[in-house]
């Protein structure tokens, strides 16, 4: 939810937002459908998560039945429908402008969705790619992974994962889930990260150097 309202507070100051891992969508696209700024809109959504179902399928896979994961499952979820309710979140409340195809270039400011894969470093190429200058990244008990065209801020909601690793974590939102702070009072304080970053503040992925791109180079990706 705090990624969320910073994407409203950014949309609303004229910027430009890429959300991305279509088959995070699924089960619940019909939700971000009702959100498109036309019909037409409205279709490539729905499209999109059809042709992930589609691709997974062809490929003797179900996108339900490896969804969610094990780690997933130890973080509470039961079922896709909860998981994608939570991608929603971070997706913020405002209209949705375009759907991207994987590293499709954006042109005008408001929320965007592409239709890419679900493997973080391979979707966070894409946006690179895109022309997106700064990256958040949401994590649970921790990840590494940042991308190497743009600082990655690196987000957790977890108390215990900010003590632990205080080294790649860059925005600490667990205060919300304690009830000290709001929602909006943390949306803030990203956003206000956000700018320090844009103005030359390094993540903790640049001071140690971690970074990698992940080009789709064999058929396409789910």
């Not at 909860?82 to 759907?99: F, H, P, Q």
């Not at 966070?124 to 958040?136: C, K, R, S, V």
């Not at 987000?155 to 667990?174: K, N, Y």
Request: net charge negative.
């Amino acid at each position: 939810p705090v990624v969320g309202a910073a994407v409203d507070l950014l949309v609303s100051h004229g910027g430009t937002v890429i959300v991305g891992e279509t088959v995070e969508w699924l089960g619940a696209e019909h939700i971000l459908a009702a959100r498109a700024r036309d019909a037409t809109v409205a279709r490539q959504i729905l499209q999109a998560v059809e042709r992930k179902e589609g691709f997974a399928a062809a490929s003797g896979h179900s996108l339900t039945g490896n969804n969610p994961g094990e780690e997933n499952i130890r973080g509470g979820l039961s079922t896709i429908e909860e998981k994608s309710l939570g991608a929603l979140a971070k997706t913020g409340t405002c209209r949705i402008d375009g759907v991207l195809g994987m590293a499709e270039p954006v042109t005008a400011g408001g929320l965007y969705l592409m239709d890419g894969p679900s493997f973080s470093p391979e979707s966070m190429t894409g946006f690179a790619a895109a022309g997106a200058q700064i990256m958040l990244f949401t994590t649970g008990p921790g990840n590494s992974t940042a991308s190497a065209l743009a600082p990655t801020i690196k987000i957790t909601a977890r108390r215990e994962t900010a003590r632990r690793l205080p080294e790649q974590i860059d925005f600490d939102a667990s205060p919300v889930s304690e009830g000290i702070e709001t929602v909006a009072e943390a949306a803030n304080r990203l956003l206000a990260t956000i700018v320090d970053v844009a103005g030359g503040t390094l993540t903790f992925g640049e001071i140690l150097g971690e970074g990698l791109e992940v080009p789709t180079r064999v058929r396409g990706s789910l």
